[in-house]
C-alpha cells in the first residue's frame, strides 16, 4: 500500500503536474478560529494543550471515520484515502511553481526582483540585496530546505507511520506560518519547538538520500556535525549537507543559475530514492 500511495501522489505532482489547485487550508484556519472563540476564556488553549487539541482533531475524525469499515471494504478505502491525504498533505504549492519568478528574474538579470521572490513575510525590506553569486546561493539554500517542507518530511512520516503522520506533519508546518504572520506569541515558540522535533527523524532520512544521489564522501563529511546532535539546526543540515552532496563548496557560488537546476534535478533523484524505500517497506511489512 505504501509504494502505490507513493506512487500515485509523486506522478501527480512530478509528472502530471496537477491537482494541487485543490490544497486548500482555509478549513483548518477555520477550525483554529472556531476554537479561539470558544476557548477565549480558557487558559489551557494558549499552552501545548491547545495546539494538541487544535492539530489532533482532523487526525481523530478521518481516524474515527475510517475505523467503521473492516476487511476488504477497509483496505480498498484505507487505501484511497491514504493516496488522497498522501498528494493533499505535500505542498501546499509546487517547489518549481514558487520558484519560477525568481529563475524568470534572473535570467533577465533582474537581481532585485530575484530577491525580492526569495524573501518571505518576516524578511527585512531594507536589506541590501546581495550579489548575484550570493543570491544563488541562498536560492540553493531555500530550495533544499524547502523540498523538506514540502516533500520530504510528509513522505518520510508517511513511510514511517502512514498518512495520519503525515497530514499531522502538514498541518503543524501550516499552523507555525500562520502563528508567526498572524502574531501568535503564545503558541508561535511552542510550534518552532513542535516543528524541530518533527522534522529531526525526516531531515536525517532526506540528507542520507541526498548523500545516496550526490557526492556521499563530501555530504557524509557535513553529516557528521549534525546527525546525532538532538538541538541541531535542522533546517542547517538539510541545506549545507544538500550543497556539500552537489559537490559545491560551503562558503561560496559559481553564481550561475546551474546550481540551483542542479539542485533542482537532486530534490527529484531523492524522490526516486523515497520510492525504493516504499518498495522495500512495503515488502517487509
Not at 484556519?29 to 487558559?43: P, S, W
Not at 505542498?91 to 520558484?99: D, N, Q, V, W
Not at 500562520?178 to 510550534?191: I, S, Y
Request: proline share 2%.
Amino acid at each position: 500500500m505504501i509504494l502505490i500511495c507513493l506512487l500515485v501522489a509523486t506522478a501527480l505532482e512530478f509528472h502530471f503536474k496537477i491537482g494541487s489547485e485543490y490544497r486548500k487550508f482555509a478549513w483548518f484556519i477555520k477550525l483554529r478560529d472556531l476554537y479561539t472563540g470558544l476557548f477565549a476564556d480558557q487558559g489551557f488553549f494558549d499552552s501545548q494543550w491547545g495546539i494538541a487539541i487544535l492539530l489532533l482533531t482532523p487526525i481523530v475524525i478521518l481516524w474515527g471515520a475510517s475505523s467503521l469499515f473492516d476487511g476488504v471494504v477497509f483496505w480498498l478505502i484505507w487505501l484511497v484515502i491514504s493516496a488522497l491525504i498522501l498528494f493533499y498533505s505535500l505542498g501546499p504549492i509546487p517547489l518549481e511553481k514558487s520558484f519560477r519568478g525568481y529563475f524568470d528574474s534572473m535570467e533577465r538579470a533582474d537581481f532585485e526582483a530575484a530577491y525580492l521572490h526569495l524573501q518571505d513575510d518576516s524578511s527585512d525590506d531594507t536589506a541590501q540585496i546581495p550579489e548575484s553569486d550570493e543570491l544563488v546561493r541562498a536560492a540553493t539554500r531555500k530550495i533544499l530546505i524547502e523540498s523538506q517542507k514540502r516533500y520530504f518530511g510528509v513522505i518520510g512520516w508517511f513511510i514511517l507511520l502512514g498518512p495520519l503522520a503525515a497530514l499531522l506533519y502538514r498541518l503543524a508546518h501550516i499552523y507555525q506560518e500562520h502563528c508567526v504572520a498572524e502574531g501568535f506569541n503564545e503558541h508561535a515558540p511552542l510550534m518552532q519547538q513542535f516543528i524541530h522535533w518533527i522534522d529531526w527523524i525526516p531531515a536525517r532520512m532526506t540528507t542520507l538520500m541526498f548523500l545516496l544521489t550526490g557526492d556521499f564522501v563530501n555530504g557524509f563529511y557535513r553529516i557528521q556535525d549534525y546527525l546525532l546532535d538532538a538541538d541541531a539546526d535542522n533546517n542547517q543540515l538539510i541545506s549545507e549537507t544538500g550543497i556539500a552532496a552537489l559537490g559545491l563548496e560551503i562558503s561560496g557560488s559559481d553564481s550561475t543559475l546551474e546550481e540551483n537546476h542542479q539542485t533542482i534535478s537532486m530534490i527529484r533523484r531523492a524522490v526516486i530514492f523515497y520510492l525504493v524505500i516504499g518498495a522495500i517497506v512495503t515488502l517487509i511489512v
